[in-house]
């Protein structure tokens, strides 16, 4: 009996050592997550690694037996012909941001931090590739993207802009920042101008004999509101506040590309990729796809992606915002004629 309670005195406190053990790491690794995802996290992604993978089983999927065989023979020819290549000259690896712009840009976030881990590791002969879409939005918030982008240039590094669907106002100005632009076809670029608007309720708040007071200090701190009267001096304060954005717009973009005719592209119109390649406001025709797939057979194409902590309250704001950009698109898309 004494044997059995010593045994089971040491089993106890066996279990207590061991569930303190446990307590400790869980505490540790909670708060190591807890700072994890309250910063964020960077994935890092080899496009070139999953394009061979997909190609190989392919490969496998449809050649015979002998067919196969010998594709991997030549498969690991060229790979070691590759590598001593490799040795002799230096490439540079080539690293791929998406930026998928909402009305606020508040995508520049993550953007901020995937240019400064590209920085942090980049060397001579890399360049880097941006995936823009967006329609536009805040100037402030656009012109923080567009800086983030400028960080490149002034580093050096090569920087190209593809535009699949849309990069217009703010997201052109974002594009043009690029030492090269690609667009699709009918990608939908320029909108150089800049626009405001809202609703006023001041005659139906009269209407119901509702009174709505508004205390400034400063003859415009104020323009246009939404409930108040509204004056011609203020209307006029407020477009002259949007001209001198405009200007500000077209001197930007004048500093990238030096050799568009502002006078005929700035006027806030947009144009199809077709239509944009003559008048200067992209490079090429292409597809993002085309330009990855043709750098991924001779160099390492790496995909950044940062993907920042959010809490539900940002999640649930950051759709509306996205909806709201989305409309904004569609209503650009459905205002061209087919």
Same mark, same amino acid.
């Given at each position: /009996?004494?044997? $059995? ?5 040491? $089993? ?42 997909? %190609? ?43 930026? %998928? ?6 995508? #520049? ?28 939005? /805040? ?34 100005? /974002? ?18 101008? #800049? ?8 005659? $139906? ?8 007071? +508004? ?7 104020? =323009?246009?509101? #939404?409930?108040?009267?509204? =004056?011609?001096?203020?209307? +006029?304060?407020? +477009? +002259?506040? $949007?001209?001198?954005?405009? #200007? ?18 700035? =006027? ?24 990855? /797939? ?39 898309? %459905?205002?061209?004629?087919?």
């Amino acid at each position: /009996m004494e044997f $059995l309670y010593e045994y089971g005195m040491f $089993l106890a406190k066996a279990v207590t050592i061991v569930v303190a053990i446990i307590a400790v790491v869980i505490v540790v690794l909670a708060s190591t997550v807890k700072h994890k995802s309250d910063k964020g996290e960077l994935r890092i992604t080899n496009l070139s690694e999953e394009l061979a993978e997909l %190609k190989h089983d392919l490969k496998a999927e449809l050649l015979s037996k002998k067919q196969f065989k010998a594709y991997e023979k030549q498969l690991k020819a060229e790979e070691k012909a590759k590598e001593k290549a490799a040795d002799e000259t230096h490439k540079g690896k080539v690293f791929v941001v998406d930026f %998928k712009g909402s009305i606020d840009a508040a995508e #520049v976030a993550s953007l901020r931090e995937e240019i400064s881990a590209i920085l942090a590791i980049a060397e001579k002969g890399d360049e880097v590739i941006v995936n823009v879409e967006s329609g536009g939005g /805040m100037v402030h918030g656009y012109g923080l993207a567009s800086s983030q982008l400028d960080r490149l240039r002034q580093a050096d590094i090569p920087l190209t802009v593809c535009v699949d669907k849309v990069a217009a106002s703010g997201g052109y100005m /974002m594009a043009c920042v690029a030492n090269k632009i690609y667009a699709a076809p009918f990608a939908i670029v320029g909108s150089i101008g #800049v626009v405001a608007q809202l609703p006023n309720f001041n005659r $139906l708040l009269k209407k119901h004999e509702i009174d709505y007071e +508004q205390h400034t200090a400063g003859d415009f701190k104020r =323009t246009l509101t #939404v409930f108040g009267e509204n =004056t011609d001096e203020g209307r +006029q304060k407020f +477009q +002259q506040e $949007l001209e001198e954005t405009h #200007v500000l717009f077209k001197a930007f973009v004048g500093k990238y590309r030096p050799e568009l005719d502002l006078a005929k592209v700035a =006027t806030g119109e947009h144009w199809y990729g077709q239509q944009a390649i003559d008048l200067g406001l992209i490079d090429a025709i292409s597809t993002s796809d085309d330009v990855l /797939m043709s750098l991924a057979g001779e160099r390492t194409v790496y995909k950044l992606h940062y993907q920042v902590k959010k809490k539900l309250t940002d999640k649930i704001a950051h759709g509306v915002s996205l909806s709201v950009n989305a409309i904004f698109n569609r209503l650009i898309e %459905k205002n061209r004629p087919m």
